[in-house]
């Protein structure tokens, strides 16, 4: 019988993710890691949500968690709620009071910007729910966080969001009107639309376990 081969890109991603699995444990964060991102969906549905009470649900706008396929599980369980904060057929002004509903929801979903190999999660946001809701309000906060968002330090991480996820948010809403937007390169702007209002850094998790985190051994989001 041959030997089973491995991708030796996946074998080193799958031991830097799980180092940084460790240094996120330390933190307080309740982590898994997962092989892609139908594992990650797996992962949720099997080992997280059975163990969790969940009456009503909501999300921050995330690539990754949208790929995952889980909130549209949510929203086919009868026993809950979702708040969905981001039906483009009502106004903006019920938008944002849905966002505010979310905060008191009982399992949050999103992603992250970055996440550091020390194990601090960093994200900016332009609206505030998302970062928001990762700190305060909802009683459980699940992140699904693919590969691509893993770096060395906290400076690397703000470089990362500011150089790339920032202008890269910005393009694909088409409707916003700021100068990333032309040249990809942010300008710190000024302008009406700008996305990169509020950082938020989470060196740990309080209460321990509040935040579970899902690791995708797979490039995903932005």
């Not at 999300?59 to 026993?79: E, F, H, K, Y």
Request: aromatic fraction near 6%; charge should be positive.
């Amino acid at each position: 019988m041959k030997p089973i081969m491995t991708d030796p890109v996946d074998t080193y991603w799958q031991l830097r993710l799980e180092q940084c699995k460790k240094a996120l444990e330390k933190n307080r964060f309740e982590v898994f890691v997962a092989a892609d991102i139908q594992s990650a969906g797996a992962v949720f549905l099997n080992r997280i949500l059975p163990s969790l009470k969940v009456n009503v649900a909501s999300w921050g706008d995330s690539m990754t968690m949208l790929a995952t396929g889980v909130l549209d599980t949510i929203r086919a369980d009868p026993g809950i709620r979702v708040v969905e904060a981001f039906d483009p057929q009502i106004s903006q002004q019920e938008r944002l009071e849905r966002r505010r509903q979310a905060l008191l929801a009982d399992l949050f979903f999103s992603g992250s910007n970055a996440v550091t190999e020390t194990g601090v999660l960093v994200n900016l946001d332009m609206v505030g729910n998302r970062v928001a809701g990762i700190t305060f309000g909802p009683r459980h906060v699940v992140l699904f966080i693919g590969r691509n968002k893993m770096v060395p330090t906290l400076d690397d991480a703000m470089q990362r969001v500011r150089r790339y996820a920032a202008p890269a948010n910005a393009i694909r809403h088409p409707g916003l009107k700021t100068p990333c937007m032309k040249t990809a390169v942010c300008a710190d702007c000024s302008s009406p639309d700008r996305i990169c209002n509020t950082w938020c850094i989470t060196e740990k998790s309080f209460p321990k376990g509040r935040i579970k985190i899902i690791l995708i051994n797979q490039d995903l989001g932005l």
